[in-house]
């Protein structure tokens, strides 16, 4: 009896662990899919797009922003204004 739940028991056990195997493979497989690597790296890029896009905007607002500054400090005009407009 003892040696039959033994049996039983290890058949249970290894039968577990190779479906958690298998499963693990599959999505592992499924991961590095042609489609899913795809869509991984097209969202990666839109990312990086609105990134870009933000930082971009904030350096023109701080140049801006420094120009401003540095004419006032040295009464130098912008062009707007020397033109007369």
Partial sequence: MKRAFSIALGLGAGLLIGAYVVKRLDDAQRAVAPTNLAGQ?????????????????????????????????????????ALGG
């Fill in 41 to 81: 790296a097209g969202r990666a890029a839109g990312s990086f797009v609105e990134r870009f896009k933000e930082a971009t905007a904030a350096g023109r607002d701080a140049a801006a922003e420094r120009e401003a500054e540095l004419r006032s400090q040295f009464a130098v005009p912008s062009v707007r204004q």
